[in-house]
């Protein structure tokens, strides 16, 4: 292939990883890309049985979803699971993210073929792999992990000021010399941080794996903006040798979306009715990977309980089955005051229901843009993965959200449920909640002024564009 002309069209190629948190905003990345026409064309790989939600979330682009054929034959996992939302348990993440690299063949196979040329490639960190499969054919590659630059920041400072390995407790508080005011623990980070890298330790293997392929890639795109969290970004584009292109929030401020189905659900109404009784209603939901023990599932229904609180509560199947087992008549007891839901539902829509005055959530990044770009205080209640950072930035950075204290204190300790219902009764009708409310809808306000024409995130992705285009070979 030769170097890129000025005649050549724009064809940016996405990969997101195969968990509805990593995919969605990608998938508003490429609506985003031709809405601007800021590419002539769009390819988004996926896998079969992930095919449909691209697809539905493309509807009414003219973006294109290519499935490769995701591995029948990887070691330790289920045939038929090509989503970590269905892994059986997230033990086998590494598993299954390190087998995504049996995909390597077909997608070259395909970024041979596409038309017209590749002109960059956008894909997860977790398929670190896709960096050699583009390298080869000179296409430039930028990451994305869908993280904040704050949690990012933290995360290299600490590990460079090396707070993490070594023998200090878990719940021992240090601070960095680079961010001195942020009161940390190592319980704020995830475990493999701990651990020396001669470990035995599929996870930390492939997080190596990815961190080296990252450090050579051409940039990373975070779904954040400037204006949210610029000392962070500054510290990450200062120290890391590697750009970070703010761009987000990669959400549809404009809602419903085109080819999104009116918000017609009963949950939809139940919302509708209570707004029309004047009454504000606590959104609960913990992302789409969070394992949530029983013995906590009941407190939680508990704390809901005796909040006093109208609320809508998303549980997954598996929750579900377990609440028949533990607590059956749990929505007898709430009916008319809190709602069950059992599906996936369009949590945005739902937060941007005037109804919904507060989200207590697990923290994962997409939740926090769309809560606070909706207005909403959050509850934060972290539960894996970088989210205790999350909620360290929304309650003590931002002031935009209230924390869920666990009862021995620590941030992935077991919650009680009396203490839940306190802190749900203070987000929803205390002081701190309405500061945090009043907060949140200016997150809000600047949030949207990033995106519009001539913001900072509509910028930073035309020159993006511009300049990642002309690195092509
Ligand atoms: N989501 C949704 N409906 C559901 C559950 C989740 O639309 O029933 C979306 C949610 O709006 C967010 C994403 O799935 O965009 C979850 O990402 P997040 O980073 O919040 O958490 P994760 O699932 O990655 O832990």
């Known amino acids: 292939m030769g170097s890129l002309t000025s005649d050549d069209p724009i064809h940016v190629v996405l990969f997101p990883f195969m968990s509805k948190g990593h995919a969605i905003p990608i998938l508003h990345l490429a609506r985003l890309l031709l809405l601007r026409r800021l590419a002539a064309a769009v390819t988004v790989f996926t896998t079969p049985s992930n095919l449909p939600f691209v697809s539905r979330h493309l509807a009414g682009t003219l973006a294109s979803a290519v499935s490769l054929p995701f591995p029948g034959d990887i070691p330790g996992l289920p045939t038929g699971v090509e989503s970590t939302d269905a892994l059986p348990s997230m033990s086998l993440f590494p598993a299954f993210a390190t087998g995504t690299v049996l995909m390597q063949p077909s997608l070259e196979a395909e970024l041979q073929r596409l038309h017209p040329r590749p002109t960059f490639m956008v894909s997860d960190g977790f398929l670190w792999w896709t960096l050699d499969s583009a390298s080869k054919l000179g296409i430039p590659r930028l990451v994305f992990y869908g993280m904040s630059n704050y949690s990012m920041a933290l995360s290299r400072a600490a590990g460079v000021e090396n707070h993490l390995r070594g023998p200090t407790a878990e719940d021992e508080p240090f601070t960095l010399n680079a961010f001195p005011w942020i009161k940390l623990t190592k319980n704020d980070f995830e475990r493999y941080f701990f651990q020396s890298l001669t470990e035995d330790n599929p996870q930390l293997e492939f997080i190596m794996k990815a961190m080296v392929a990252t450090q050579k890639s051409n940039g990373l795109v975070v779904n954040s903006f400037q204006e949210l969290e610029s000392t962070f970004l500054d510290y990450w584009n200062r120290e890391s040798g590697l750009g970070a292109w703010c761009i987000g929030p990669l959400l549809p401020l404009e809602h419903p979306v085109v080819g999104d189905p009116p918000l017609r659900t009963p949950w939809a109404e139940w ?170 809808k200016e997150v809000a306000e600047t949030a949207r002024k990033a995106v519009e024409e001539g913001g900072s995130s509509w910028t930073a992705l035309g020159t993006l564009v511009e300049e990642i285009s002309r690195q092509r070979k």
């Open 271 to 440: 919302l509708d009715r209570k707004r029309a009784g004047g009454e504000r209603v606590l959104y609960a939901a913990f992302g789409s990977q969070a394992e949530i023990p029983a013995a906590q599932l009941q407190e939680i229904a508990l704390g809901l309980e005796s909040s006093g609180a109208s609320f809508l509560w998303v549980i997954k199947r598996k929750e579900s089955d377990i609440m028949a087992d533990i607590d059956s008549g749990f929505e007898d007891r709430v009916s008319g005051r809190g709602m069950v839901v059992r599906e996936w539902v369009d949590q945005r829509g739902i937060l941007i229901h005037g109804s919904v005055q507060g989200f207590l959530s697990h923290c994962g990044w997409n939740s926090v843009l769309e809560s606070l770009c909706a207005g909403v205080p959050i509850l934060a209640w972290p539960m894996m993965a970088e989210q205790p950072l999350n909620a360290r930035m929304v309650a003590e950075e931002m002031g935009a959200g209230l924390r869920v204290e666990a009862a021995d204190g620590t941030v992935r300790g077991f919650v009680r449920g009396e203490g839940l219902a306190e802190a749900v009764r203070e987000l929803m009708e205390g002081e701190r909640g309405e500061a945090a409310r009043k907060k949140a």
